[in-house]
């Protein structure tokens, strides 16, 4: 065997889940390796699911060394320092809390818990047991994000005075879309859970606290077949759609929309910021692409269309010339990224689990001023 | 003098105002008296305007027979069968109510009064003088909403599930534009009257009443120069942005959002209407296209936009062709076709004195949501 | 009678042609009249249609005083001092003629005549008789081409490198679309003449002069029904679309290609112009909008969307805000704006018979250029 | 060490060149392993670079077993099934001579060489050897891609008519964009070869064989910086841009653009293919859609955006939903897909130096023709 001329510390991952999102984060490690100038190397440890040979054909597929059916054997694993949960939402705080109290780093896709209270807890104890933990909030690692944060940062846009964001997508646009685990609250389903979560993280990552929330809840179709094409009914309690208000500690105020059902949107995490002194615009189906407005001369003004290029260093590790385009798997390698330079000391942009309770902390209100009817401050939740 | 072969009746029109949309009205009646084949000749009868130098040039330039200094004259007129209203927002209850009073009808621009009190006089009046009324909301007089309006009752979109709309513009975007009336709250000035009230009037034409509303109202520039590039200052209390959350007597639910100072928008009356069938959207910076989505075959869907064509009757009148696009103007013609349907007792499409004081009512109670941080029902008003 | 305070002298319009193009006329003369600050006024004298009924009511519905059967009455008409040409291309040439022997002045619709030799001769008379003339090429009058114009005059794109430019409809689309008089040479029918002129008028106002073409002409469907649902097919001897390559006198080389069987297009006069600064882009279908690009910093370069609005003169004759919109008709206004500065000798910006000539001269050259299979060099039309 | 499950044949990879390309192979390999259902593995074997610290560094860095600073010793290492070629133009035809006769698959960026003379002793020697051979036209593995050809070869459009292509960028826009070995035409440089040949690879990929061509060749900056900044000037003789005229076999007539100084074009490979039934669009800058129109009922029809989903294989093996988005780097993982399809026997899509040669041939002719001002069969090249 070869001897290695890299110095650069390595970290074994141990992922959990073999789902699509698992996929992604065999992806994602590899072009994250491959592609970004990361201050670690990443090896592929282990891989669970409780399905033994699916754990063992992943494994090989993805290139993992050994696979586990059991997941607290990959946590219990020495060479594992980073524990990745891709698994349903409900096995997100067990996991969690067993690779905490095994001191491993925690990679969670979103949402963090089933409740503000598992959240709550996950925060407090990855902070007692010091160690680093990221959430899935993938979205915001897109280059384009970046840009936007920065160009707000630097008052590019002068004080900022709205937002308006939505997140729709329409795979339960069909009152016959059947039943899920998405459809349970216990299994934090539902459109502002799934998808709207996602549009939160973005906002306070692009605009801070915010103070106060008033919202409206609404479940469309109430009930929905307990399998494709059955005729047996499951009744649903999840939130179809949400719309709300929001106040910003900053000042701001807008609007906030999430919905699974509306028809023509396959992944419209949009939004529109807005200041004294210009708009940006941004829209996940086009990643690559982010609309800017800057106030100037009458008839010579107008939104510009930016396109990610290599000026920005999370898109030139992919690509050598704007117009190439990241894809969706890229932010995941991106995310990689933040999560092992937060793991070197080397900065933290990703999500923690202190943030994922902030965000939970909002959608709780959201919720709770939708049942409510009523405007609830942040502050007592 | 050569015999006329028409015999169709002839209606005087006596135009108060000669700013900008005493002009526009102006073109409308030459437009629509010779492209659109309406039941009645409209004759350019009386112009008034405080200014007499002004009324009669003004007159002479826009084929109007005589001037008038003072609108009460008008009024009297004998020839003048329609007293159309351009004049500043207060000004609309007197000369309203004088022109009720002479049982003439009355085209009068948008908002229809400075308070609600006002409007529902305006409106129980007309109704007991049983004169023809109509309110400027032209920009539902488009083919294109007409379209809109069409496919839904048709249940293209099936049933009615959101709404999203926003009337922003950016005219008031500089902290350094100055106070005008537009700014005073006695004036019906601020965001919400002047561009909101537009939009509510579009989502009351196409979805029907809303029930109750929450809302959030903001004034960012508290002060501005009391005239251009003065250093003195004058305190603003109106809106410059209202946020606000709608749920429609129908079911759906849906954000607002209005705004004077949204950078780079110019005339973005846009809005979003989705239903368990189907998506539609359409924003007035380009009038002349509807953006429309069908739930379809998966990987065959997709929105699809749709450009005005002569199908549409309201555009055949003035282009032979799809892709030639009316303009603003067009509308405004075809907004005075809907006065004079409603004349000939041929339909009634345009908004009347009672449904000009529904949107003021709306707009009423999105006011002291805001103001009293609650939700307030449509009923309470 | 009230006495005139305006000391603005006085044409008198006479108009031949009834169908489209004399409304499109008639609404231009009303709305120059009204909204544009003219330095004549238009007198709508007389109007001429071979059917005397029709004359007579479009005489009456579109306000002319007066209506003839006998085009030659018209002219003869000691009041007429302009007279309008909206008839059948083939009848341009006599009618035009006439008018230049009276010492009219002739605004024409395009194209000039059904041959090239036509089209000298007309110039040459009107040059002769020293009588203005121009030619219904509306597209250029849209305040955003002379925008275009200006920025290219002013070398804001550096030297111009390239033109792309195409103009597709899809009227013509069906196979079962039938046989008209556009389908005939001897009318100068023909994807070409009919649409590919507008698209020449467009590159010859933006960057002057061809030096070479070379061109290929396709007749797709070579026998149409001769009348809609007809089983009779008559034989088709003109293009329905053509391609060429331009070379400009200037440098800038390019492609031209216009159709009018392109499915999905309805008025795609489309052109792309570059330049070693910055390349700007237009479409007819969005008449109201202009594409810039600018060469800048990596990453914060892109095109930039302008919205027409009243920092263009004749944009704000019609509209008080950007975003509102002109529509077709208001282009047709500004053109005859342009005749009536050009008779009052205060500047020439319409084409006038020698640009005309100049275009089919260019067309002319395309069609040999495709004929013979080779390059064809302007110098040798 | 565990026992593979796995059945699979095992491919080894020998990758020479280490620039972007090379990185780009290396990261298309590990997700092609890793999520497409590829009928074989393939194992990064060994990689090649003159500069051997370079070599060894990126093998590791990118997972390679091995590395040679002398390419020959990786064409003849055992080990290696799969000859991937990613240097300079002008090393393609000893590279690949070689690879053919040791026996090996070769994958070799494009343009295949830097004559006609050298390709076409390339695909000679290939078919004579029977290896299985493929060039790195990527564009044309986007799934998007895949549906266009499947829409036109299912008669979606109707017959074919007419094909508008350009492919535009602007990375040698600046007068002082210094000259590289792209700029020499002996290594096949100038923006036909580097940009064009792409176009061209489409327009055979959806359209077919192209029986005639004339074409417009320019050189904008007849001289360059020797080097960025520097003083000295360099002599260019390839082309900024070319245009041409293209006639289909199938009968289809069409235009061609290509530029490397179009400003504003980042990569913009963009075409539009009509027919008698429709029309569709595609811009690689957006290429996760596709615009297609069908011709139907006026004023209910327009262009339809399609977005990239899981109904398409190849998208539904990165991304689990539409809307997610395919990036650059995923196009080469699909191509890398062919290629192994193709050595397994199973169909063969991607582009092979039989048809690379196809692609010089057309370019061949294209320069040709703007050589000697004339229109060329492609059957006299």
């Not at 609007?255 to 910021?273: A, D, P, Q, R, V």
């Not at 269309?305 to 991106?334: I, V």
């Not at 070197?344 to 409510?372: H, K, N, S, V």
């Amino acid at each position: 065997m070869r001897e290695s001329s890299s110095t650069l510390p390595e970290y074994g991952i141990g992922l959990i889940g073999t789902g699509f999102m698992g996929r992604a984060h065999a992806l994602a490690f590899g072009n994250a390796n491959a592609a970004l100038d990361l201050p670690a190397r990443l090896r592929l440890t282990a891989l669970a699911d409780a399905d033994s040979a699916r754990a063992e054909r992943c494994a090989q597929a993805w290139g993992f060394e050994r696979s586990h059916a059991n997941w607290q054997y990959l946590i219990d694993d020495a060479q594992v320092q980073i524990v990745a949960i891709t698994t349903p939402n409900h096995l997100h705080f067990p996991m969690a809390m067993a690779a905490i109290a095994a001191g491993k780093a925690v990679y969670c896709e979103k949402p963090l818990a089933v409740s503000l209270a598992q959240a709550d807890q996950m925060r407090r104890s990855a902070k007692v047991a010091g160690v680093v933990t990221q959430v899935g909030y993938n979205y915001q690692h897109n280059p384009m994000i970046g840009l936007a944060r920065e160009m707000i940062d630097a008052g590019e846009l002068g004080e900022i005075v709205s937002f308006q964001g939505e997140f729709s997508e329409d795979f339960m646009g069909d009152a016959q879309s059947p039943w899920s685990w998405r459809c349970e609250a216990a299994h934090a389903g539902g459109a502002l859970a799934d998808l709207g979560s996602h549009l939160l993280a973005m906002a306070r990552y692009l605009l801070g606290d915010v103070e106060a929330v008033c919202a409206d809840v609404n479940t469309v179709h109430r009930q929905r077949p307990a399998q494709s094409g059955s005729a047996e009914l499951r009744d649903i309690a999840v939130d179809d759609q949400t719309h709300a208000l929001l106040r910003f500690a900053n000042g701001a105020r807008g609007t906030f929309s999430s919905s699974w059902l509306k028809h023509g949107y396959k992944n419209h995490l949009c939004f529109e910021i807005s200041g004294t002194k210009g708009t940006l615009a941004f829209d996940q189906e086009r990643l690559n692409e982010l609309r800017i407005y800057r106030a100037g001369a009458p008839g010579r003004d107008g939104f510009q269309r930016l396109l990610a290029g290599p000026s920005l260093p999370g898109y030139a590790a992919f690509c050598p010339a704007p117009g190439h385009q990241l894809g969706y798997n890229e932010l995941k390698a991106l995310e990689v990224q933040a999560l092992v330079l937060s793991l070197c000391g080397q900065g933290r942009r990703g999500p923690d689990f202190e943030e994922a309770w902030q965000i939970e902390r909002l959608a709780t209100a959201i919720r709770l001023a939708a049942e409510q009817q009523r405007w609830i401050a942040l502050a007592d939740i």
